[in-house]
């Protein structure tokens, strides 16, 4: 049976009944009505309150769980991927570099030109090895990376200021016991900007001395090159470094890194490179 339909206003919420008569008949309805002020209640807010408090702890705890097994997995990864080089990769380049070798010691008498293209092969997998082991030790979750590419730098740049006759003076004040926040991405970014300034310096700069001073800042690193070099205009530097101070710039941009050139004609350059933590 289909009861008829009740509308009621002006009421305060409570238990109420009424009584539909019909053939005789009493049907008793009871209906509950609600307090719309309670809505506007101090106790409504603090429950609603405490509702959304918990879903969001929920939510941030589930994002957080997923962060840390993302970053467990690809710690994991790296760890995996830089054994697997290092066992592969590293023992083939150790086979074929004592092939090399045994074919040198067999043309060494017989066919001199043999030798010495032999010598440019042999020097060339020695490169590619050193530049490998430098991948390896970047791919190994155990070790800073960070430390791993400014030795990697101070190498290169004694090596490639050396054979202009410019002389270096290296210093880094890291502290490389406390952690700095510098994901693997952006201190690849580093490293190659690093190396583009120094190959600039080596290139174009006609210095007798450069400097690279690597600094710890509150909040992340701070970098500068400096020679005593001819100098250039950073707003035309010409043809000879326009590319290089536009890779400059754009592996800069690419890190997030807070890159100043100041240079003069005759008066030197220095390049000033500051990275934050993120």
């Known amino acids: 049976m289909v009861l008829p339909t009740l509308s009621l206003y002006g009421i305060t919420a409570s238990f109420y009944s009424y009584f539909l008569i ?8 009871k209906i509950i009505l609600l307090n719309d002020t309670f809505l506007d209640s101090w106790g409504f807010s603090v429950i609603l309150a405490l509702y959304l408090l918990l879903l969001f702890g929920g939510a941030l705890y589930f994002i957080m769980l997923s962060n ?7 710690q994991r990864m790296r760890s995996d991927w830089s054994v697997r080089l290092h066992n ?4 083939d380049l150790s086979s074929v570099l004592g092939r ?4 040198k010691e067999k043309f060494v008498s017989t066919d001199p030109k043999a030798t ?5 092969i042999q020097s060339i997998l020695e490169d590619v090895s050193v530049k490998l082991r430098f991948v390896f030790d970047i791919l190994d ?11 990697k730098i101070h190498t290169e740049a004694k090596d490639m200021l050396s054979a202009k006759n410019i002389t270096l003076d290296y210093k880094n004040e890291l502290n490389f016991d406390k952690e700095i926040k510098i994901d693997v991405g952006r201190i690849d970014k580093l490293y190659l900007a690093l190396k583009e300034v120094i190959g600039n310096i080596a290139k174009w700069s006609e210095a007798t001395e450069a ?12 970098i500068e090159i400096q020679d005593n070099g001819k100098g250039f205009d950073p707003d035309n530097p010409g043809k000879s470094g326009s590319n290089g101070l536009k890779n400059l710039k754009n ?28």
């Open 22 to 29: 019909k053939s005789n008949e009493i049907f008793i309805v």
């Open 68 to 74: 840390y097994r993302s970053r467990d997995k690809m």
């Open 88 to 91: 592969n990769i590293g023992n």
């Open 100 to 103: 090399v070798e045994m074919l």
């Open 116 to 120: 010495k293209n032999l010598d440019k």
């Open 141 to 151: 979750p155990d070790k800073n990376t960070l430390k791993i590419v400014f030795d």
């Open 211 to 222: 400097s690279i001073h690597i600094l710890q800042q509150k909040k992340g690193i701070r």
């Open 251 to 278: 592996e800069a941009l690419k890190a997030m890194m807070d890159l100043e050139i100041r240079s003069k004609p005759g008066e030197g350059t220095k390049v000033s490179i500051m990275m934050l933590e993120l």
